[in-house]
């Protein structure tokens, strides 16, 4: 099996279903190994590290879009993602991301721990009501979702009437993010960009009327101050990728990492009696099972090479943070969960200049989120057969049944 082929598989539903052992077999032909004509797959970790931090190996940004696929962008939900700090490179990378983190900062996030201490418990209480009887509660629905929505509806500033929206939003849209065959799987994701641009528009322009102490008031103030630096359409594309950014990967953290547990009994225990860390604990589940797995670059320098494979001006880097978590040259037994790992370091938020803004958010809800919900639930249990999203580039539960009596 070759790089190209491995690629194939991986877009299957089997190989979606489980990557790994796809990632193992590309760990056996090397760190990076050719792809298909102009394309390279790399799976070492500190290849994917190379990439990710070397600015020589850009995103497709709207620019190189424009230029060699016109027709993506009669697509809303690409036109979105696209103004975003998401999948744009310096200097505008720069300049927007810097007024962003400059509101969406370690002060901001520390403050809403006891915000994400009491959403915990209440959820918790109503995990127990729902659960009462023994009858089993989708655990994805019923919290993995709700807590990283809530938190960060509430940072945002939207009104809790209407965060019911955004979990069928986010879904649709980040249909955007994968590795699409067909542009036709883009209706959903089209639909949800609108109407999430639309909701976002009227938010802003409200709270740009009256504003409150939250995050939208603030990023829609930097940008009323700084007009030359963040343009109107920029501030809602980045709007809509801190929303659903800031719940779907920390939802998909917290079934992956659940999942674990139940397949880990002794784990469960130790984070209980408070033998384990939770921080390392989050740290495992990222790197064992990332929620997300693959992020891609494309070479813009004719003499680039990654683990001393050529890579020049044009191929596309598809870099598997997922295999390169499993590296068996960085990570002795890969392929065995040990939440007492101690330098993880695992990729799953990215690096360099695009290492995840919200990776500290998620972390905070994960470390207080997994020893409350096992504390008040000693019998936790899955309560059926849980199903798995067919994504590969975001990957999470789809449902995980539990029983809490």
Do not use: W
């Not at 082929?5 to 990076?32: C, K, N, V, W």
């Not at 490179?89 to 370690?106: C, E, K, T, Y």
């Not at 542009?183 to 639909?191: C, H, I, K, M, P």
């Amino acid at each position: 099996m070759d790089g190209a082929s491995i690629i194939e598989q991986l877009m299957t539903t089997e190989g979606r279903f489980d990557p790994y052992p796809l990632y193992a077999r590309a760990h056996e032909l090397g760190a990076a190994v050719p792809a298909g004509p102009g394309a390279v797959l790399v799976v070492g970790h500190a290849a994917a590290n190379q990439v990710l931090r070397n600015p020589a190996f850009a995103l497709e940004d709207t620019k190189s879009l424009a230029a060699d696929h016109a027709e993506l962008f009669a697509h809303p939900s690409i036109e979105l993602f696209g103004r975003s700090i998401l999948q744009r490179n310096a200097p505008d990378h720069g300049r927007v991301r810097s007024l962003i983190a400059s509101a969406f900062n370690a002060r901001r996030v520390a403050a809403l721990r006891p915000a994400i201490e009491a959403t915990v418990e209440r959820l918790l209480d109503e995990l127990a009501d729902r659960g009462s009887d023994g009858s089993p509660v989708d655990f994805m629905d019923a919290f993995a979702f709700r807590l990283p929505v809530e938190v960060i509806c509430e940072l945002l500033g939207v009104p809790a009437a209407d965060r019911h929206r955004f979990r069928g939003l986010a879904s649709d849209l980040t249909i955007a993010l994968e590795l699409i065959q067909d542009l036709g799987e883009l209706a959903a994701a089209d639909l949800a960009a609108e109407e999430l641009s639309a909701y976002l528009a009227e938010l802003t322009a409200e709270r740009l009327a009256r504003p409150t102490d939250d995050l939208v008031s603030e990023l829609v103030r930097i940008a009323a101050d700084s007009a030359d630096r963040i343009s109107g359409e920029e501030l809602l594309s980045n709007l809509a990728l801190l929303l659903v950014a800031g719940f779907e990967t920390t939802t998909n953290l917290l079934g992956n990492g659940l999942a674990l547990l139940f397949r880990h009994p002794e784990a469960a225990e130790g984070l209980r009696t408070g033998a384990l860390d939770p921080s390392l604990f989050t740290d495992e589940v990222l790197r064992y099972d990332s929620p997300v797995q693959v992020t891609s670059r494309i070479s813009t320098a004719p003499d680039l090479a990654v683990a001393g494979l050529p890579t020049p001006t044009g191929t596309v880097v598809f870099t598997m943070l997922g295999a390169a978590n499993h590296d068996p040259a960085r990570y002795p037994r890969p392929d065995r969960f040990d939440p007492t790992r101690t330098d993880s370091q695992p990729l799953s938020f990215g690096g360099g200049s695009h290492f995840c803004l919200g990776s500290q958010l998620a972390r905070l809800e994960a470390d207080i989120a997994v020893p409350a919900l096992l504390d008040r639930f000693p019998r936790l249990a899955p309560g059926g057969v849980p199903t798995r999203r067919d994504r590969l580039v975001l990957r999470g539960y789809e449902t995980l049944p539990v029983t809490v009596r």
